[in-house]
């Protein structure tokens, strides 16, 4: 059964850096990954494509031939690609039963919040056997202002009412959050969204006029209780692991066995099984989904890493990556004297 991402978020999130991230780490850990662009507007993609929707249909194509904009030409690909959705079907059969698919979307958010296409495409993809979560990137620098937050806060709910999928929310490039100043709370308030009512005093000074219809929407927020975020520093290998293991336990991957393991016999559907036999599948389901343990697991690390001691980490890193060099340069030279002397 595929599993797969739609990443999606505005413009300039950090959607396609992410991907190419993915990528990377995937190819590194022997997973498998395909990444296919649905993005028309990607110019330069920087990732290997499995599937590139500038092979059905160009932005520019339909810009010229229908005289629109690029906003309308873009809408117009997202319904084109529906209406051809065979073209996407036949492409994703060839990667086969095990793929892993992360699509990059178009930034524009009216695809996530209200159009119908992405929605429609996205149905039919769960249909046809894909377990999808939606990967939904936000850029951190929004968290440095209150009324920037709210209006993440609506647009993360809003696709995740929209789009009807298992939703991680994320703030990308948390690396870059201390160069936008302080933050009048720890990130912890930011990303576990559990009681917004502090930010009344910041709304209040920075928009008076609007401090009652920024408290109703507080409140909507609340009633769902449905927004959290993850973080996301792409070229920080413990963030993309983290990020990776919250959007596993989110599809159900967390609980596929590696291909080469051999199942128990009898364990999870065979009531009549010893119980010490279905002992071990219960163990797997409460680590896989237990308490997330990881290094980037808890917020307070990430707080530490990147606003409290970010110049410390960032000189221990700098430090470990130079001896690292110095210990691939030394390797090679000394296997260049042994060769010499042969
Ligand atoms: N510092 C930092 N920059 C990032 C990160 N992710 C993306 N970027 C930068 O953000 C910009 C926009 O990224 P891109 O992937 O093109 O965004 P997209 O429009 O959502 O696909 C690029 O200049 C990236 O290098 C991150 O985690 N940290
Ligand atoms: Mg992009």
């Known amino acids: 059964m595929p599993f797969g991402e739609i990443v999606c978020g505005a413009p300039g999130s950090g959607k396609s850096t992410y991907c190419y991230g993915k990528h990377q780490l995937f190819s590194a850990l022997g997973r498998p990954i395909s990444i296919v662009n649905l993005d028309p507007a990607n110019e330069s993609v920087p990732y290997p494509c499995a599937i590139d929707i500038a092979s059905l249909i160009t932005i520019q194509d339909v810009m010229n031939e229908h005289h629109l904009g690029p906003n309308g030409g ?56 894909f377990r999808l979560a939606a990967v939904h990137l936000c850029d951190a620098h929004y968290v440095t202002d209150a009324s920037k937050y709210i209006s993440v806060l609506l647009l993360s709910l809003r696709t995740m009412l929209h789009l009807e999928l298992p939703h991680v929310n994320v703030l990308s490039k948390v690396d870059l959050i201390k160069q936008y100043g302080d933050l009048d709370f720890n990130l912890d308030f930011y990303t576990e969204v559990q009681d917004l009512s502090y930010l ?77 036999d279905r002992g071990n599948s219960y163990a797997l389901f409460s680590s896989a989904a237990g308490q997330m343990r990881d290094p980037g697991s808890d917020v307070r690390d990430i707080q530490e890493r990147w606003i409290d001691s970010k110049e410390d980490y960032d000189a221990y890193e700098k430090a470990q990556w130079r001896k690292e060099g110095e210990m691939v340069r030394d390797e090679a030279a000394k296997k260049n004297n042994i060769r010499e002397r042969k």
């Open 74 to 129: 873009l809408l117009y690909c997202m319904e084109y690609l529906e209406a051809n959705y065979d073209w996407l079907e036949d492409r994703l059969e060839e990667l086969g039963k095990d793929a892993y698919v992360v699509f990059d979307i178009p930034g524009q958010v009216e695809l996530s919040t209200n159009h119908e296409s992405l929605r429609r495409i996205v149905e039919r993809l769960v249909k046809s056997g």
């Open 200 to 276: 009344e005093n910041a709304l209040s000074t920075s928009t008076p006029r609007f401090t009652a219809l920024n408290m109703a929407m507080i409140s909507l927020i609340e009633d769902y209780s449905l927004v959290g975020f993850e973080t996301l520093a792409v070229e920080d290998k413990a963030s993309m692991l983290h990020l990776t293991h919250a959007i596993d336990r989110a599809t159900g991957y967390v609980f596929v066995p590696p291909p080469a393991s051999n199942v128990p016999p009898g364990t999870v559907d065979d009531p009549s099984a010893p119980s010490a």
